[in-house]
């Protein structure tokens, strides 16, 4: 998840913990040339293997996510498919359940302090788990106890927390309207055969539902932000783009050579993805990235990197490594002129960012982001491994399984910050190859709440 390098100096060094686990993936996935390609031998093989990519993605992505240097697959020879997905489910191994939802993320990110709205977030969001598991009664327990809760004490206190109280109070009253068809829609499904038509059409209404009240929930959560409220953001770096608040971005892409994008069996023209941008935990990241959208710098690239672990773009053709502009004064300019802005990290507990240094720097490995990559899509922003200040236009959708990467328990959280995710067409990353072209980026909500630099 580094830049596209020009050089080499990215890859990991022998002497680094990813570069050890890589030369031990290396050894595991030798001696390919024996007879005994099949067997008990093979077996250890890939056991061993197994364990070695395991902790490389531990240790250190780069190890297995790093910069191709060839373009070709990052897999030794021998790593096979199904090593790969055994060493996932080792890496991962934490025994508890991980946040993978995109928008729940995004409310939890929301810079609010209602402690009765947070206790309503999860009985909505669980209901959605218990629909895709079938748990029926559970589903239908929990909208019983959304709909308890919206009409109980607990209103008065979330209306007076908005900036709005009325419109809250109407927002409340639509969430209790739409709790109605949901408790229709999971009954019906109760009482139709398992497996029939009427169960996938009692399962479908149900999941509309359920995802309109989520929706009313992140209106009402989104009126509790504190009227005026800005991320606090050191004057150092008033001469870069900020984002006050959110934007929403769509991007459009289609391949190269005209064919389709195959989502598990189903063949679309084009790939359509919907992205929130949060400036509330990344405002200069955020600023940045609406910036280069809003002028248009990423339509018409390509697709410069997929390698089943990131899907990766924002190297513009010539020899700079990103967008060439007026450089902030504190940060300065890449080596070809590039804009360059600071790292910034945003972790739970703190006021603000924290800016040019990641967490391990800070001696504060192991705490949790704001916003984790644990959501397949989480956006990135790329940099040089070991420099801070190096992001200026790359940035990458994370498409590990999101089991590995637990808020606070990897190396990507505090070392790249998420500043968004992919809420609607996070599947189309799954077939974007390389040379796959973006062919329209716009920021379709939010523009006003970009400041530029004055």
């Known amino acids: 998840v580094v830049q ?81 997905a055994n060493a996932k489910e080792m890496a991962s191994g934490s025994g508890s359940r991980v946040n993978k939802d995109p928008e729940s993320l995004l409310r939890y990110g929301l810079p609010i302090d209602n402690k009765e709205v947070r206790q309503l977030q999860p009985i909505i969001e669980e209901i959605r788990q218990d629909i895709s598991t079938k748990r029926k009664a559970a589903a239908l327990d929990g909208a019983r106890k959304a709909k308890g809760f919206l009409k109980g004490k607990a209103t008065e206190k979330m209306t007076k927390a908005c900036r709005e109280p009325a419109k809250c109070s109407a927002i409340i009253d639509e969430m209790v309207a739409d709790i109605e068809p949901l408790e229709g829609a999971l009954s019906a499904s109760q009482d139709a055969g398992r497996g029939s038509e009427q169960e996938r059409k009692a399962q479908d209404d149900a999941y509309a539902a359920q ?72 405002p200069v990241t955020g600023g940045n990235f609406i910036d280069l959208v809003d002028k248009g710098f990423y339509s018409k690239m390509e697709i410069q990197r997929s390698d089943g672990f990131v899907v990766q ?73 070991y420099e801070p200040n190096t992001g200026s236009s790359q940035f990458f959708w994370l498409l590990f399984d999101s089991d590995l990467t637990p808020a606070g328990k990897n190396v990507l959280d505090g070392r790249y910050p ?33 400041v530029q630099p004055k």
């Open 211 to 282: 995802d309109a009240l989520q929706k009313k929930l992140t209106d009402l959560e989104e009126q509790m932000v504190p009227k005026g409220y800005v991320t606090p953001v050191p004057d150092d770096y008033a001469d870069l783009p900020q984002l006050r608040g959110r934007a929403t971005v769509e991007m459009v892409l289609k391949k190269a050579d005209g064919g389709p994008f195959d989502i598990e069996g189903t063949n679309y023209p084009q790939a359509k993805m919907k992205m929130i941008i949060d400036g509330y935990t990344a």
């Open 418 to 450: 998420v500043f968004g995710y992919v809420v609607e067409g996070a599947d189309f990353l799954r077939d974007t190859k390389e040379g796959d072209i973006i062919v329209s980026a716009k920021v379709t909500g939010g523009i006003e709440n970009l």
């Open 4 to 84: 596209q390098p020009q050089n080499n100096h990215h890859a990991p060094s022998s002497q680094s913990p990813a570069g050890s686990s890589a030369s031990a993936l290396m050894m595991a996935s030798s001696n390919n040339n024996d007879d005994a390609a099949s067997g008990p031998f093979a077996a250890f093989r890939n056991v061993a293997a197994t364990a070695a990519l395991a902790a490389a993605i531990w240790s250190g992505p780069n190890a297995v996510v790093g910069p191709s240097m060839t373009g070709t697959s990052h897999l030794p020879e021998g790593i096979t498919s199904a090593v790969v």
């Open 313 to 385: 773009t924002g190297d513009p053709a010539g020899e700079a490594d990103g967008y060439v502009a007026t450089p902030s004064k504190s940060v300065g300019a890449g080596k070809h002129g590039e804009r360059l802005i600071p790292l910034e990290t945003f972790l739970k507990g703190d006021k603000g960012p924290f800016y040019e240094t990641s967490m391990e720097d800070e001696g504060r490995g192991g705490q949790a982001t704001v916003l984790p990559f644990s959501s397949y899509g989480a956006m990135g922003w790329a940099r040089e491994e």
